[in-house]
């Protein structure tokens, strides 16, 4: 779900290339959650390989990851940890949805209805710790560091932009910006030519940065009235927020209060949860210094091996886009020589 600050957020539209030299800590999860949301066939259905065990996730990771890189952007990737008690409410409402939407699928399948099964397979997405496996040997095998969380990914990605081995993090999700990340970007998954939804027409996709420092000053707000704010309009750990409040109202709101206790004192709770251990979670979530941004080599046998032998991909196109990142390497070396 994460929380609904589009409205109200500014960003500067960029360009991959502005990106290149740059240390961006990806939230993995929402990546492949991206991925598996878009990366799917006529009918809506996912691809699979031969035993019948999901790529859609891989598909989307080795080309556009390895697209990036070739940009000169340097990726770490951040995973989940163990999720916050308060977050359980959210994640049984979203498994709820995904159920529904799963029914709407398979009554869309029995009309042929092919615009109603991509429509609702979209939103039947699952990630399972196969997937993420996969996922994190493929990163690896491409020389790229992957970090675990002993909770929230999007908490430890800005905890290491607050350290300075990060210049922002990457997602969909605004979440970072409330743990504190200085940067986001948004879109790196996505950039490019894409098509609208029931139409027949293409936009062009676009990396967005979005600034905390320069938000907050045109709110007039603090990070903690951010969260504040993010409590009110609905978020992972209360997401019903306040009933009647979204987040113009709610901005307006917590620009008047000088303390959570005045605040929260003006509303209720939709959610049966106390805003004290809500604020309390975002102020504290557990993060980790035991990790390391190492970049190596491409493990090129080994991601072929992974790829063509174990899912299914074409030998080809593997070995097409291996060529392409090698020869950016190469120019890049020689440029820093």
Not at 26 to 44: A, E, P
Not at 214 to 238: H, P, S
Request: net charge neutral; with cysteine.
């Amino acid at each position: 779900m994460g929380v609904n600050l589009r409205d109200l957020l500014e960003y500067k539209q960029i360009e991959l290339s502005d990106l290149k030299g740059k240390v961006l800590v990806v939230d993995g999860n929402n990546m492949l959650y991206q991925f598996l949301s878009t990366i799917r066939q006529r009918d809506g259905s996912l691809f699979t390989d031969h035993k019948g065990r999901v790529t859609s996730h891989l598909i989307g990771l080795f080309s556009r990851v390895t697209n990036i890189m070739g940009k000169g952007v340097k990726l770490a990737f951040v995973f989940d940890g163990k999720m916050p008690e308060l977050k359980r409410k959210e994640v049984q409402r979203r498994a709820e949805a995904k159920e529904m939407a799963a029914q709407k699928y398979a009554r869309a399948l029995e009309e042929e209805d092919v615009e109603e099964m991509k429509k609702y397979a979209a939103r039947t997405s699952r990630l399972s710790k196969d997937m993420i496996s996969d996922a994190i040997r493929l990163l690896e095998l491409l020389g790229l560091p992957v970090v675990q969380a002993p909770s929230e990914g999007e908490a430890q990605a800005a905890h290491m932009v607050a350290k300075g081995d990060a210049w922002a993090t990457a997602s969909q999700d605004y979440d970072s910006l409330l743990f504190g990340s200085s940067r986001l970007v948004q879109n790196l998954s996505i950039e490019g030519r894409r098509k609208v939804p029931g139409r027949h027409v293409y936009k062009i996709v676009k990396p967005k940065l979005f600034v905390l420092e320069d938000n907050l000053k045109a709110l007039g707000i603090t990070r903690e009235k951010l969260i504040w704010l993010a409590i009110l309009i609905g978020c992972d750990y209360a997401p019903s927020g306040v009933k009647g409040i979204g987040p113009k109202k709610g901005l307006a709101l917590v620009q008047k209060c000088s303390s959570a206790e005045e605040l929260f004192e003006k509303v209720e709770l939709a959610d049966d949860v106390d805003w004290r251990d809500v604020l309390s979670l975002f102020e504290n979530m557990p993060v980790t210094d035991d990790y390391s941004l190492t970049w190596g080599p491409v493990k090129r046998k080994d991601v072929e091996h992974l790829l063509v032998e174990e899912h299914d991909f074409g030998r080809e196109r593997v070995n097409n886009v291996l060529d392409k990142i090698s020869a950016k390497k190469g120019q890049s070396l020689l440029g820093d020589f």
